[in-house]
């Protein structure tokens, strides 16, 4: 919400609102409730057994949120030895929950990190945490280019023994796909490939099979579902479907279930105000709940 006038201002000009596209995999949206004070920038999302966490971003605390599926807030629990500076992600293995601090809207961040805290601790304000430091290994300039660079990111998932993550490229409009370990220490990011998405990424999801969704808004703040085949390792763009939603800047989605075909995610959305030219924005925060239709391949 803070950095997304400039883009706008670059954008508006030029963009076009997609109205058509295939759409065989979505069936469903509903808005299920407002997310008010504190949970009004929710920028990340994850279900560990059943249970929905979720966080804010730049500018607050380090805490994160249980809801239920009502979107109400049901914990919160603020870690006392991690800082946020721009959490965007959240997302988990059957051992560690892992939060990505990697924000970089500027483009001048060199202390990108995320945190890996034990499952069972992820109610412990004085939780043990381990710390993975990364890097682009193409980045050499660190001086503040807002919104006019490829190194930002906000989405990831954790798929095996690998965390990959997807970029927020502001120059391009597509999205490259890093690979890394969940090892502690320092990791330098280079591309495995890159994706035309045509819109800015904001999180990710793995439905623990066969796909990840990406979620993602164009400079009219229409807000796009990506869909990605996931085959060992490999990514393949499937679907990128406009999602009936109006002026709503979608920043997190978690995969929850699959039953009788469909499958359940739900997702978030930051507070958006706006008024510049002849784009207006104004909305609340908001907890959603959709579904796909089941991956078969």
């Not at 949970?39 to 607050?60: Q, R, V």
């Amino acid at each position: 919400m803070k950095y997304v006038l400039l883009f706008l201002l670059l954008h508006a000009c030029s963009s076009k609102k997609e109205t058509t596209t295939a759409q065989t995999a979505f069936v469903a949206i509903k808005n299920i409730a407002v997310l008010n004070s504190p949970l009004i920038e929710s920028s990340g999302l994850t279900t560990i057994n059943k249970e929905l966490y979720t966080h804010n971003d730049s500018g607050s605390s380090s805490t994160i949120y249980k809801l239920d599926t009502l979107g109400k807030i049901q914990q919160a629990t603020t870690f006392h030895n991690l800082q946020n500076k721009d959490w965007e992600a959240i997302t988990h293995d059957d051992v560690f929950m892992y939060i990505g601090d990697f924000g970089n809207n500027l483009g001048s961040r060199k202390d990108l990190k995320i945190y890996k805290i034990p499952i069972d601790q992820r109610n412990n304000v004085s939780a043990n945490s381990e710390t993975i430091l990364i890097s682009y290994k193409d980045q050499k300039e660190f001086a503040p280019r807002n919104q006019r660079h490829a190194y930002d990111l906000e989405a990831m998932v954790a798929i095996e023994d690998k965390l990959y993550l997807f970029s927020k490229d502001w120059s391009s409009l597509q999205t490259t796909i890093y690979r890394i370990d969940k090892k502690p220490g320092a990791h330098t990011l280079q591309s495995t490939s890159t994706l035309p998405v045509r819109s800015l990424i904001t999180d990710a999801t793995f439905n623990g099979t066969n796909r990840v969704i990406l979620t993602s808004y164009d400079s009219g703040l229409q807000p796009y579902l990506i869909i990605l085949h996931y085959d060992n390792g490999n990514f393949t763009l499937k679907e990128r479907i406009p999602l009936p939603i109006d002026s709503s800047q979608i920043e997190a989605i978690t995969y929850y279930e699959t039953n009788n075909g469909l499958e359940t995610y739900y997702l978030t959305s930051e507070a958006v105000n706006i008024s510049l030219g002849d784009i207006e924005a104004s909305s609340n925060g908001a907890f959603y709940k959709m579904q796909l239709k089941a991956s078969t391949k």
